[in-house]
Nanobody, 122 residues
Framework: QVQLVESGGGLVQAGGSLRLSCAASGRTFSTYSMGWFRRAPGKEREAVALITTSAGNTYYSASVKGRFTISRDNAKNTVYLQMNSLKPEDTAVYYC???????????????WGQGTQVTVSS
């Protein structure tokens, strides 16, 4: 069982930065691939960034590539999402998720955090 708690969301002006953190409980964090997903109002949930167990591979959606960076610290059981050059269209609830497989599909992720709101004003 893994519990995930996100933090770091908030209100920021366009062009600003935020760093999201996701702290995981349990001793098996390093065995899970981790992902950041987001859901904007009226839109489907989408995979924003993914990272494998050893951080050997990462994935970014086209909409955030070059602006967001996913990283993890297995010693601290934490995954991060550094978000730079934020745009109003990045406004969404951001969720971290843990899964056995590195996948774009949210259904492949077993554990989810409660979400943290990110609002980017123009």
């Amino acid at each position: 069982q893994v519990q995930l708690v996100e933090s770091g969301g908030g209100l920021v002006q366009a062009g600003g930065s935020l760093r999201l953190s996701c702290a995981a409980s349990g001793r098996t964090f390093s065995t899970y691939s981790m992902g950041w997903f987001r859901r904007a109002p009226g839109k489907e949930r989408e995979a924003v960034a993914l990272i494998t167990t050893s951080a050997g591979n990462t994935y970014y959606s086209a909409s955030v590539k070059g602006r967001f960076t996913i990283s993890r610290d297995n010693a601290k059981n934490t995954v991060y999402l550094q978000m730079n050059s934020l745009k109003p269209e990045d406004t969404a609830v951001y969720y971290c998720a843990a899964g056995q497989y590195w996948s774009l599909s949210f259904s492949d992720y077993t554990y989810w955090g409660q979400g943290t709101q990110v609002t980017v004003s123009s």
